[in-house]
Nanobody, 116 residues
Framework: QVQLVESGGGLVQAGDSLRLSCAAS????????MAWFRQAPGKGREFVAA????????TYEDSVQGRFFIYRDNDGKTVYLQMNNLKPEDTAVYYC?????????WGQGTQVTVSS
């Protein structure tokens, strides 16, 4: 059974940076691509970024391209989201995601609030 635990959220000002972490347990971490999603108040959950199993390939939602960077540490079973130049519209609960043959797994989420 895969478990994902996010951390690193907080309240920051526009232009600041944050780094989110997602620690995985159970399963074979390096077998799976990993992703971050977010959900703003009153909106649906949206894709933010994904990283391939090896970490070589990444993809980003257009609004975060060039500001956010996803990377992973397979030995430490952790995926990170470095968020730079944060904007008020980045305010959301951020979720870590893993899709395996056994199902789709989500963490509990970590709140990011960006004040203007």
């Amino acid at each position: 059974q895969v478990q994902l635990v996010e951390s690193g959220g907080g309240l920051v000002q526009a232009g600041d940076s944050l780094r989110l972490s997602c620690a995985a347990s159970g399963g074979f971490f390096s077998d799976y691509a990993m992703a971050w999603f977010r959900q703003a108040p009153g909106k649906g959950r949206e894709f933010v970024a994904a990283v391939s199993r090896s970490g070589e390939y990444t993809t980003y939602e257009d609004s975060v391209q060039g500001r956010f960077f996803i990377y992973r540490d397979n030995d430490g079973k952790t995926v990170y989201l470095q968020m730079n130049n944060l904007k008020p519209e980045d305010t959301a609960v951020y979720y870590c995601n893993l899709q395996a043959s056994s199902g789709t797994y989500w963490g509990q989420g970590t709140q990011v609030t960006v004040s203007s």
